[in-house]
C-alpha cells in the first residue's frame, strides 16, 4: 500500500501561483511513476502531468504546457506540481497518484493504483 496526501491547494488570482505538494508514505517512493489529474465540478478526472520514477521523463496534458513542472525528491518521497500563469479554467480538485510497473509513464487513470484525497486549486477572474 501506498499512502499519498497532498497539500498547497488554494484560492488564486489569475495570473498567480501554487505549488503542489504530495507526500508518499508506505512502499519505496522511489520505485512508483507520480501523476497528478485533476477534477472539476461536473466533469471527468482528467491527466494533468507524469514523472517517472527516475526523475528521467515527464509528459503533461497540452492546456499545461509552459506553465506547470511536475518534479520529485525521492529522499523526501515528495512529488510536486509547480502552477504557474494559473488561469479559471485550472479549477479543480487536484489528486496525485502513483503507478507501478509500467514501461513508460502513463496518462491513463486506470494505470494507477494509489491516490490521493485531493486538494482545491480555485483560480479567479
Known sequence: QVQLVESGGG???AGGSLRLSCVASGRT???????????APGKEREFVAVIRWSGSRTLYTDSVKG?????????KNTVYL???SLKPEDTAVYYCAASYGRPSPS???FEYAYWGQGTQ???SS
Open 82 to 84: 509547480q502552477m504557474n
Open 11 to 13: 484560492l488564486v488570482q
Open 67 to 75: 506553465r506547470f513542472t511536475i518534479s520529485r525528491d525521492n529522499a
Open 107 to 109: 496518462i491513463n487513470i
Open 121 to 123: 486549486v480555485t483560480v
Open 29 to 39: 517512493f522511489s520505485n512508483y511513476d507520480m501523476g497528478w489529474f485533476r477534477q
